[in-house]
């Protein structure tokens, strides 16, 4: 089974470098850079606003939990918007290439 990452980088610099860092560690095996987006959000009570860049990453089911808990530690907000889940309908060609994370062997 196949899983989807998103979570939106105040920087793409900093999007990169952690995208990177979860390629490295093989937790998974591609992420998608999106932006700018402009993100509307209440934040302690107050309404702000900002650019930010959002990515998608995409993984092996089996390593979700490791890699939403790995972009937690690595993510530089105090409370970053991560959010995972996994995907009801893969196809075979993709959900083949992400198990290849679980098995170690990704080209």
């Known amino acids: 089974m196949s899983a989807l990452i998103w979570c939106p980088f105040p920087d793409r610099d900093t999007a990169l470098s952690t995208a990177n860092a979860l390629l490295d560690e093989r937790l998974i095996a591609c992420a998608n850079l999106v932006g700018p987006v402009e993100s509307l959000f ?16 995409k993984t092996d089911a089996a390593l979700l939990d490791r890699a939403v808990a790995r972009l937690d530690a690595l993510h ?5 918007a991560v959010m995972g889940w996994r995907c009801d309908r893969v196809a075979e060609s993709t959900a083949a290439w992400l198990g290849q994370l679980r098995r170690g062997d990704v080209k």
């Open 76 to 80: 530089p907000y105090e409370t970053p």
């Open 42 to 57: 209440e934040w302690r009570g107050e309404r702000g606003q900002a650019e930010e860049f959002g990515m998608l990453f």
